[in-house]
């Protein structure tokens, strides 16, 4: 199963939204995991089941979707909140999408 | 709270066999419904899955890279271990190992802090 993710790059202000988009190349049902990744650090779960928050991540971050289509929304960005975010479909063996990379405007 | 740690040469030739371990404290390997498995990353790239091993010793393999992949595990040690044969610079990566949380399988919420491994002459 290919994940595609968009954008590639997107440039958003600290207080701001902001919408990250995956889409699988068919149907994941709601096997569907978001991660965050910053610099020389192993990637960090934050969203699976498509919606529920790991343990430990703020409200900020949210996830919706299922089947073909997934978002992860930050409310309002924080500084440390500047990473790459996967996403990855675990309902055939596990696939990951190319990255988005959330940086300051 | 579960710790990982991957431990292994950083330097294979090409054509040889990388062998890398993870070493697993808070958590036994063979206790409870836990895949544990092997990532990893190429330099500046996304994320690439390479294979599990069950708790009760199953394994499954990515497609892409079975005919070369072997994931074992090391009860007594509480270590599991991959072993990737013939390898090429395209196996240059940093290499992660991860367990999946405790209610969703292969939704990966543990992971060692990774290590790079550099197929050179």
């Known amino acids: 199963i290919v994940m595609t993710q968009s954008p590639g790059t997107l440039s958003v202000s600290p207080g701001e939204r902001a919408t990250l988009s995956c889409r699988a190349s068919?149907?994941?049902?709601?096997?569907l995991a978001w991660y965050q990744q910053k610099p020389g650090q192993a990637p960090r779960l934050l969203i699976y089941?498509?919606?529920t928050r790991a343990t430990g991540i703020p409200a900020r971050f949210s996830g919706s979707g299922s089947g073909t289509e997934f978002t992860l929304t930050i409310s309002s960005l924080q500084s440390e909140d500047f990473a790459i975010y996967y996403c990855?479909?675990?309902?055939?063996?596990?696939?990951f999408g190319q990255g988005t990379k959330v940086d300051s405007k | 709270q579960v710790h990982l740690q991957e431990s292994g040469p950083g330097l294979v030739k090409p054509s040889q066999t990388l062998s890398l371990t993870c070493t697993v404290s808070?958590?036994?390997?063979?206790?409870?419904?836990?895949?544990w498995s092997w990532i990893r990353q190429h330099p500046g790239k996304g994320l690439e899955w390479i294979g599990y091993?069950?708790?009760?010793?199953?394994?499954f393999y990515n497609p892409s890279l079975q005919s070369r992949v072997t994931i074992s595990m090391e009860a007594s040690k509480n270590q599991f271990s991959l072993n990737l044969s013939s390898v090429t610079a395209a196996d240059t990566a940093v290499y992660y190992c991860?367990?999946?949380?405790?209610?969703?399988?292969?939704?990966?919420?543990?992971w060692g802090q990774g290590t790079l491994v550099t197929v050179s002459s």
């Open positions: 991860a367990r999946d949380t405790i209610t969703t399988n292969l939704a990966f919420h543990h």
């Open positions: 808070g958590d036994s390997i063979t206790s409870g419904d836990f895949f």
């Open positions: 091993i069950y708790y009760s010793g199953t394994t």
């Open positions: 068919q149907s994941v049902s709601s096997d």
């Open positions: 089941g498509a919606s």
């Open positions: 990855q479909q675990y309902n055939n063996w596990p696939t």
